[in-house]
């Protein structure tokens, strides 16, 4: 994109509320809309700013199908994505379209890989439900057996998709004496092995049933959809634990629930859901399922990082170079 007037400014069209600094130096740089009501786009809403944006700049809250992208206007040609995951963003239509997909990796891996950990240890020690037991005013006091949970000392954590977030969960359980294991689309270098710590399961399967805790932090793609389908989770041992601060759709989210009322899971500690923002109504029901509301990524820093990559990304393309953040694998 290169500008005909050296004072001209892209539109740019930001659909959610996002840091304050973010903003404003996007205000200084572009000719931009911002939603500082916080509000998600409806479809129609979606539609009308593709027509006028040269710029598109959604979250993971808006689903940028094909239809949205084949009613977009020819002067769409950059969705800066302000976040890492992409799979709300239909690739395929933006590629044939000419319209190049950004998105703000690297910047989230610290926050996410903490609060999985702090779920790996809330969830088996019953953390949640002891701070829930003393708000209620039910703590009656010390109790030699009250609210005994377990210990994550020398527990299995087997963790799917090793990449940033993976390894960085991995250095984590390490220090506290857990043995890692990991499953991924391909196994890593010996030397990053020996870097984490880490154990190759080539057979997901395989590496199911022999875990206490199972991490989900892989992508959503077409072949992790519902990667942990009711078949899967039913093999894993009874003490084991889910965790999953990547996508809901990973999992099965109504199996997951039926098997832990059952006892044929323990517990589950969830950042994201299969239908955000609903939850599955008997997961809210089950007191051994830790669930907070998508907050992986929710700090200060974080955030403001995701938005100084968007202007990187958006600055870059408007000056007629690649964004240093252009997802290429699907193109």
Known sequence: MTQDKKNSKPKVIVTRKIPDSVETRMAELFNVKLNLKDKAFSKDEMIKAVQIAEVLVPTVTDTVDAEIINAAGDQLKLIANFGAGVDHIDLDAAHERGIVVTNTP????????????????????????????????KWSGWSPTGLMGHSIQGKRLGIIGMGRIGRAVAKRANAFGMSVHYHNRSQLPATVEQEIEATYWDDLDQMLRRMDVVSVNCPLT???????????LGIMQRQAYVINTSRGEVIDEAALADLIENGTISGAGLDVYENEPEVNEKLLGLDSAVLIPHM???????????????????????????PPDKIVSEF
């Not at 077409?222 to 899967?232: C, F, K, S, V």
């Not at 820093?301 to 170079?321: C, D, P, S, Y």
Request: charged share 25%.
């Open 222 to 232: 077409p072949e992790t959809h519902h990667l942990l389908n009711r078949e899967r």
């Open 106 to 137: 690297g910047v989230l891996t610290e926050e996410t890989a903490d609060l999985t950990m702090a779920l790996i240890l809330s969830v088996p020690r019953r953390i949640f439900q002891g701070e829930k037991q003393l708000r209620a005013g």
């Open 296 to 322: 992986g990524s929710s700090t200060f820093e974080a955030r403001v990082a995701m938005g100084e990559k968007v202007l990187i990304n958006v600055q870059t393309f408007v000056h007629g170079h690649t």
